[in-house]
């Protein structure tokens, strides 16, 4: 019997590798929330787990980091955390209304101090007029505060990603700074 599949694989076909800018960014927020005594968990839409991926690419970010979800669909946003299906119907995922409720979610789930929350449109499809592809909100709760700020990226699927991914952590480092 053959398999489409291979169960061969190449050692270091993906690179699992931040660059040092981001990496030196995660060391700091890790260095504050440790100070702190603060965890941080995320729930993510179009970077797929790219944000907890950064953040568990730091020895010791067990200390911190506590969970994530990736809730791509509606479905795993409104039974993973707790997002009004309402709010979704009326809001669409990609909105400042959603990024908000997955915040409250995951904190309710979880009591982190912290937490991002990322919901948007990556491409290259399922963008339109009101909301191109590269259109990205964003939820986040630092203590007591909470924000929620809308990006519009350019570039390839990857790109608008890769920028999301690296404008949280650099917004989460902006708040803690500030806290």
Known sequence: MTTPFSTVSKPNTIPLTLDRALNTQVMAIGDVLREKG????????????????????VAGSSDWFNQSWVTYSNKAKTQEISVNTETLEVHGAVSQQTVTEMALGVQKRCGANVVIT???????????????????????????DAFQVKQVFSGNRDEV??????????????MLSAS
């Open 118 to 144: 990322v919901s948007g449109i990556a491409g290259p499809g399922g963008g339109s007029d009101s909301k191109p592809v590269g259109t990205v909100w964003f939820g986040f709760i630092c203590g007591d």
């Open 161 to 174: 990603r890769g920028q999301a991914v690296a404008f949280a952590i650099n917004y989460v480092l902006k």
């Open 38 to 57: 603060w965890t941080v968990s995320t729930a993510e839409s179009c970077t797929g787990g790219g944000i907890a991926f950064a953040f568990t690419s």
